[in-house]
């Protein structure tokens, strides 16, 4: 590629980059909270970075590889501007309603599960839909993973206060408001059993109450949520059933990528060059995501979560430079003569070519195979 190519590249990347963080600054100046953490920062700053080299790649790459760059655009830009603006509480600029902030977070964290289910059901249809249009590929993609965005979010869609009505929080609420009728009445650490046995709580059957706990059942059940009622740790329960719908749609996420991953080791032709190391760094993107819902679920201490949550968004960032230093590699070499020139002979004639080496598998096939046993390609069809 040109250096003035690159350099415009370059620059037109720096130039939107700097616009979008400057912007953000100073909408940051404005919002209620004035306050990121480190963690914060540097992932919605990589995520843009992130966007605009996607949109770099989409703009020369093949047919089947531009419906994979945009998407993997679409889910940054929003990782990076829109998760930003709920993370900020910056509605509140406009209307000063934490209740509003709250709809904002739960809502955007849903269209962000189901951004990542977009991206991989892109993945998987550009193996079983190779040559097929983009736009074909977009609403397939949007069908599937919106059907199943709407069906495991229904219940917060159908009523946007679904969180603070499982059964969880109605029983936390009646835990936490009898602790605090002992406390007013001197007793400064209330165990348990003295709270069970001043309280009467449901049995559940799903969401449908079908009884009333026995005395063994109410302080086991106290047990449970009584680490919640300590400082800011409500929250966590208040967010638990968002999270498992997250984690549900991120497992679902996750099998689509493994499928597609599974059919590309069996199948011919070849794709095109880096097109697996790119679909293996969004699957770690995904693991981690699903480690990430999962530890807000098994946490109990608000304090502790954050400094979890803090080390899993470096983590994040990360996964993110990966697949963002993949989508560079790819970039180059379309840009090259003989990577154009590899990529449109795979379309045109697949069976005249082999799978491109990249520098990964040069480094796997020194180290980890001795190439006298390599008497015909892995995972080849027989004859």
Known sequence: ?????????????????????????????????????????????ICVIAMLVSLELGKIETVDGRAIALSLALLFGYTGIIIFLAETNSIRILVDMPIVAFYLGQ??????????????TVLLLETTLSGKPVHRKYLAAIVISGSIGVGLYYPMIENPRYAYMVPDIVDFVSVDKVEKEIRDKGIASPNAELIAGRISLPKWDGSKKVGTLSRDERIKRVEELQPYTRGFNYIILVHSSLRLMGLYMNLVATMLVVVSIIIKLVKDPPQGAYRDKLS??????????????????????????????????????ATI??????????????????????????????????????????????????????????????R
Request: glycine share 4%.
């Open 107 to 120: 809502y955007s964290n849903a269209i962000y599960n189901t951004l990542l289910l977009f991206c991989a």
């Open 321 to 382: 430079v990966l697949i963002m230093s993949v989508e560079i590699r790819r970039y180059r070499f379309l840009s090259e003569a003989f990577g154009k020139y590899y990529e449109s002979v795979l379309a045109k004639n697949p069976l005249r070519i082999t799978r491109w080496r990249d520098e990964i598998d040069r480094v796997v096939l020194k180290y980890f195979f001795k190439r006298n046993r390599l008497s015909r390609r892995f995972l080849q069809k027989r």
């Open 280 to 317: 293996l760094a969004f699957l770690m993107y995904l693991i981690f995501e699903i480690i990430h819902e999962q530890s807000f679920r098994e946490v109990t201490d608000w304090n502790l979560f954050l400094r979890i949550d803090e080390i899993g968004k470096l983590v994040t960032t």
């Open 1 to 45: 590629m040109p250096n003035a190519a690159v350099k415009s590249v370059v620059l037109r990347i720096a130039f939107w980059w700097t616009a979008t963080i400057l912007g953000g600054a100073i909408l940051l100046l404005f919002s209620p909270d004035q306050q990121m953490s480190f963690g914060q920062v540097v992932l919605r700053a």
